[in-house]
């Protein structure tokens, strides 16, 4: 794998808002992460999000509910072991993140920071939302990193994107309360029709603008489906003052 991004690549991810990096990491750091994020999943080692805290269609009412104990992210991970911080600051990564920044790169703690888990029996389906509804900076311009530590598919609820919809004007009445794309409107179901989905191996990786409208339907699998997602800022883009994403603070990687 190139340490930096080809100019082809850079310009997928400047119009399509998204950028599919096969294999890009090793099969032993999957490993180290994955066994980690397993056991402490079995311990329920906190701090934890529940589907239940989520509140999506279908979630658990409760935690106390049927089903309510089903974790949906293991939070805080850079903190969690050795491994998780080695790949959020993995040189090939941090590289090639400078180049779409255009200048240093930081790795925000606050939302994602997590693994994401989705269970085949309570795990929510997520609708079409962007990723910057969980952060305030100065510019709405942040990079989630997706890996994937399995297989993700149609079956188990991949991600799915509408390519290019990070540049697209979208009306505020577009939007529910939540800042998901309301699926009532005719205009937004015309967008879901562009959807497309995106299937992954273990060591794949996704970098996606924080504007690019996502999805992903529930897991039909028999095998709980975990990926292990960051934020990154460039160094100038700060965050708001007295919000999560200013308190949860951030770790200067460079370029
Ligand atoms: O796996 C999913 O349901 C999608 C998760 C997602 O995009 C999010 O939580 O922001």
Request: proline residues 5%; neutral net charge; contains cysteine.
């Amino acid at each position: 794998m190139a340490t930096t991004l080809s100019e082809k690549q850079i310009e997928q991810f400047r119009t399509g808002g998204y950028l599919v990096l096969r294999d890009m990491a090793g099969a032993a750091m999957c490993e180290a992460m994955l066994s980690t994020a397993q056991s402490h999943l079995r311990a329920a080692v906190p701090p934890l999000e529940y589907e239940a805290d989520v509140g999506y269609p279908g979630a658990p009412q409760s935690v106390d509910a049927p089903g309510g104990q089903t974790i949906r992210r293991l939070r805080g991970v850079f903190h969690r072991e050795a491994s998780f911080e080695a790949w959020a600051q993995h040189p090939s990564l941090v590289a090639k993140l400078a180049q779409l920044f255009g200048e240093d790169v930081c790795l925000s703690l606050a939302h994602h920071n997590c693994v994401m888990t989705k269970h085949p029996d309570f795990g929510t389906a997520t609708g079409w939302h962007r990723d910057i509804r969980y952060w305030s900076f100065t510019r709405p311009d942040l990079i989630s990193v997706w890996l994937a530590l399995g297989p993700e598919n149609a079956a188990n609820g991949a991600l799915r994107f509408i390519p290019g919809s990070h540049r697209m004007a979208i009306a505020q009445a577009q939007l529910d309360e939540l800042d998901f794309l309301r699926p009532d409107l005719p205009q937004n179901q015309a967008l879901f029709k562009q959807g497309i989905s995106l299937e992954l191996k273990r060591g794949d990786v996704v970098f996606f603008h924080s504007g690019l409208f996502h999805a992903a339907s529930r897991n039909t699998t028999a095998s709980v489906k975990m990926s292990l997602v960051y934020a990154y800022h460039g160094k100038t883009n700060r965050p708001v003052e007295g919000t999560k994403s200013a308190a949860a603070g951030e770790i200067l990687l460079g370029s």
